[in-house]
């Protein structure tokens, strides 16, 4: 089977799911699904989940700061109180631009161990310099040039 053929297959699929969708119910009813309806949480079984942005949440405010930790300490190795205490010395804030919105745990690739709490914008910037201050000084070095040329 080629390439091209199995494209086509994925973008039949979608396309039959969005015309029919009467035929897929039963692909759409997950247990998130069902912990949405019932008003049940999905991780506990015991209390309501709160209401999201688009129209459900499948966890109550609880158990989603449980799993969001646990997996930031999978991914990072950073701890919910590492967390907590580096949030709170940083004032709430990221590290280099004091920004307090999209906040992420910026982390040694090498050790795995977590540095600071960062920015989206930051920990990209910092990601996709690879890391290295001497890509970082002469982007800064490149930008006091150009202001300085160009006002």
Request: hydrophobic share 30%; net charge positive.
């Amino acid at each position: 089977m080629t390439q091209e053929f199995r494209d086509y297959k994925k973008i039949w699929a979608r396309l039959d799911r969005a015309l029919y969708p009467e035929k897929y119910k039963h692909y759409y009813n997950t247990r998130y699904q069902r912990a949405i309806e019932s008003g049940i949480c999905g991780q506990c079984k015991k209390n309501k989940p709160g209401v999201g942005p688009r129209g459900g949440r499948r966890l109550c405010a609880g158990c989603r700061v449980l799993t969001s930790g646990s997996a930031r300490k999978y991914r990072t190795g950073a701890t919910i109180e590492w967390w907590t205490q580096t949030l709170a010395k940083q004032n709430n804030h990221c590290l280099t631009c004091s920004t307090a919105k999209n906040l992420y745990v910026d982390h040694d690739h090498k050790t795995e161990m977590p540095r600071a709490i960062l920015c989206q914008g930051c920990n990209f910037a910092l990601g996709f310099a690879k890391e290295s201050p001497e890509i970082l000084e002469s982007l800064a070095a490149m930008i006091r040039v150009w202001k300085s040329q160009n006002g």
